[in-house]
């Protein structure tokens, strides 16, 4: 049974910084892409950041400059830096990763960003 663990969540004060990280592990799986998307309270699932199996890297214009995104392959495992946090980025973050038809989602971390 595939499964995706994430971690690295938690409360920081805005400007402070934290690093998710997710590991997809299972059986013969495979992973190609893998990425974050996060979900506030009363809005709808949204993209953070993705990466590809060459590390070609795809962000969210609201958090460009602010977070990196990267990968090890040989771990099937992705992270995410997260530099000079607001309070907009408060919501669950969701890891996403998959290949070959195969589609894989965490249980969510909670990044809550507050004075």
């Known amino acids: 049974q595939v499964q995706v663990v994430e971690s690295g969540g938690g409360l920081v004060h805005p400007g402070g910084s934290l690093r998710l990280s997710c590991v997809v592990s299972?059986?013969?799986?495979?992973?190609?892409?893998m990425g974050w998307y996060r979900q506030a309270p009363g809005k709808q699932r949204e993209l953070v950041a993705t990466?590809?199996?060459?590390?070609?890297?795809n962000y969210a214009d609201s958090v460009k400059g602010r977070f990196t995104i990267s990968r090890d392959n040989a771990k099937n495992t992705v992270y995410l830096q997260m530099n000079n946090l607001k309070p907009e980025d408060t919501a669950v973050y969701y890891c996403?990763?998959?290949?070959?038809?195969?589609?894989?989602w965490g249980q969510g971390t909670q990044v809550t960003v507050s004075s």
């Open positions: 990466i590809s199996r060459s590390s070609s890297t």
């Open positions: 996403n990763a998959g290949g070959l038809g195969n589609d894989y």
């Open positions: 299972g059986p013969r799986i495979v992973i190609y892409y």
